[in-house]
């Protein structure tokens, strides 16, 4: 089929009936200023948002802030708002028109525009995602400037703290500050940055501003021009800056909401008063998971995560860690199984369709092995425990650290202690006692209880024998026979 339309208010009425959006840009008043118009936000939040309102009614409408690029802003007001999200790995693509966005903004271009969307009384919620580098903090003398008027507010800190002050100074009513970055604890921690940055400017916290936590979950590949392709046949139109994503979708959001909320229950949002739990599942059930297929793969040569699950015993070797060490560690919330959820989690990473390359799930890992896994092994030690498989998935990323795959190929250790993981390595044995030993020596990474815990090293060493031996390959088929 031929597509000879360009997305906008004028081609909405004439897409298929399923892809229609399900609010009209300029029919629901703005009631959220969003910093962050990246892809993920496109396909989680905006979507909930707008099938809310759909069910519920409420100005809920979002003015969307490109914090860097002003590329997003211009594509989406020249398809009056519109975007689709191309949902890939079912039995057949499937694309939606979002209509949500009431508003655009630039916060490069436009810093004070964004402090008067902030400052007005019918904006209720700031939402974000924009990553965790963009909530530090820069030197003092830098954040006092921009947070005095001396410079104009530059940061997301700046952005936030004085957008509170233009709020007060209104008199605009209680404000809901909700962080939907993929950090743990995103509540309070954003809480602490923008106490910390009103503190510089010599103010306080207001007392009606909520910063509750959430839990987001959805997996957001590149779009690529197949997609963009694929986008069009599907919609009946063309959209110059669609968004890809999975099936699968969840919001946990903590509910404290001072001026209200949308009904987001109703587009299948998860409204608790503590994320915690469902923090601590994702961490240990799904994204150890992740660094356990990305390190094992890396080794024996595979490119992609869903490459890794199609190992011979892969799969098994999972489900065991799961059902054994997981389960045994963690307390989900009412109504789940870690088992369960755990084989929504490797249904999803089979799909090929989202691309996800083991090189890139292994970055980081000094920075995030200790909230995916150390946790379950800390856990599994204080029960007195053996730490089988997560001995085996520690002992896989030790093995990547050396830098080379079981063929000999190299292997990039993208890492910030890729320099400390180095120098520690180069001075011992290249043995499986020798490498243990030096990692676990690192204390950025190892609690002492862990890197003392003999238990632990007799587990991680003879994994680290078996990798060293016959492969990951080999291994993996073996230990989940």
């Known amino acids: 089929m031929a597509v000879t339309y360009r997305l906008g208010l004028a081609a909405a009425a004439g897409l298929p009936a399923a892809a229609r959006p399900l609010v009209r840009p300029g029919e629901v008043r703005p009631g959220i200023v969003h910093l962050g118009l990246g892809a993920f936000h496109r396909a989680h939040q905006a979507v909930y948002t707008e099938a809310a309102v759909a069910a519920s009614g409420g100005n809920w409408g979002i003015v969307g802030i490109a914090p860097r690029s002003r590329e997003i802003v211009d594509r989406l007001r020249e398809q009056d708002r519109l975007y689709s999200v191309l949902t890939v790995g079912g039995e057949a693509d499937e694309a939606r028109a979002v209509g949500i966005l009431s508003g655009l903004g630039h916060a490069a271009g436009d810093p004070y525009g964004v402090l008067a969307a902030i400052a007005d009384p019918a904006i209720r919620i700031v939402s974000l995602t924009v990553t965790e580098k963009a909530y530090r903090l820069a030197g003092d003398d830098q954040v006092r400037a921009q947070l005095t008027g001396a410079a104009p507010p530059a940061s997301v800190p700046a952005l936030l703290a004085r957008g509170l002050l233009a709020r007060r100074a209104a008199g605009a009513g209680p404000l809901t500050v909700l962080c939907c970055d993929n950090l743990q604890n995103n509540g309070p921690r954003i809480r602490a940055v923008v106490a910390r940055a009103l503190e510089l400017a010599g103010a306080e916290l207001p007392d009606d501003v909520a910063f509750p936590a959430t839990m987001v979950d959805r997996i957001v590949p590149a779009t690529t021009a197949d997609h963009r392709r694929r986008a069009a046949l599907a919609l009946g139109a063309e959209d110059a800056v669609p968004v890809v994503a999975e099936p699968f979708t969840q919001w946990v959001i903590e509910d ?21 739990p469902w923090e601590t599942l994702k961490l240990r059930a799904l994204n150890a998971v992740h660094s356990a297929l990305a390190y094992l793969g890396a080794l024996a040569g595979q490119e992609l995560i869903a490459d890794s699950l199609d190992m011979p015993g892969m799969g098994e070797v999972l489900r065991r860690f799961l059902a054994e060490e997981v389960a045994r560690t963690v307390t989900p919330p009412a109504g789940v199984t870690v088992t369960g959820y755990g084989a929504t989690v490797l249904t999803r990473f089979a799909n090929r369709e989202l691309g996800h390359r083991n090189l890139q799930v292994a970055m ?23 730490p089988c498989w997560a001995g085996l998935f520690l002992a896989a990323w030790m093995r990547f650290a050396r830098g080379y795959a079981d063929s000999g190929a190299p292997l990039r250790l993208d890492d910030p202690l890729a320099g400390r993981i180095r ?53 993996i088929r073996e230990a989940g026979r």
């Open 256 to 276: 404290r909401f001072p001026g209200g909320r949308p009904d987001w229950a109703a587009a299948g949002a998860i409204l608790t008063s503590d994320v915690t």
């Open 423 to 475: 120098e520690a390595l180069a001075a011992v044995p290249d043995t499986p006692n020798g490498v243990t030993s030096a990692l676990f020596g690192l204390g950025e990474v190892f609690p002492p209880a862990l890197a003392g815990d003999d238990v632990l090293r007799r587990e991680v060493v003879r994994w680290y024998a078996e990798l060293d031996r016959h492969g990951a390959a080999a291994t």
């Open 364 to 386: 980081d890992g000094s920075q995030k092995l200790p909230h995916r896994l150390l946790g379950t092994i800390q856990d599994l030690r204080d029960r007195g425990d053996d």
